[in-house]
């Protein structure tokens, strides 16, 4: 079971760090992502990592500004959101695939929690 948490209100420019806790053993075994959905638009890939979190992929969107990681002693992924544009607004979601490596495709992922809003004024 996933949940993401930490979204909120932030002027443009700001920061805001997510975390996903999740449940299990398995935890460390498989790769995890973050994924936002704005009003009217399909649910885009933002950022993954595998396994062991040694290996991370963003999207061209937020490379630079966002750093994904994962604290497998806490069971625990992390977004951490610096330079927040208004573009950013969505929801944000955290998922997990099933295996170790790590990928950008929402049908890949079979573990989604309850997203996070994410508002982003100018």
């Known amino acids: 079971q996933l949940q993401a948490s930490g979204g909120g209100l932030v002027q443009a420019g700001g920061s805001l760090r997510l975390s996903c806790p999740g449940s299990?053993?398995?935890?460390?075994?498989?790769?995890m992502g973050w994924f936002r959905q704005a009003p009217g638009k399909e649910r885009e890939f933002v950022a993954t990592i595998n396994s062991s979190g040694g290996s991370v992929d963003y999207a061209d969107s937020v490379k630079g500004r966002f750093t994904i990681s994962r604290d497998n002693t806490k069971n625990t992924m992390y977004l951490q959101m610096n330079s927040l544009k208004p573009e950013d607004t969505a929801v944000y979601y955290c998922?997990?695939?099933?295996?170790?490596?790590?990928?950008?495709?929402?049908?890949?992922?079979?573990?989604w929690g309850q997203g996070t809003q994410v508002t982003v004024s100018s």
């Open positions: 998922a997990a695939r099933s295996i170790s490596w790590h990928g950008r495709e929402v049908k890949w992922y079979t573990s």
């Open positions: 299990g053993r398995a935890f460390s075994s498989f790769a």
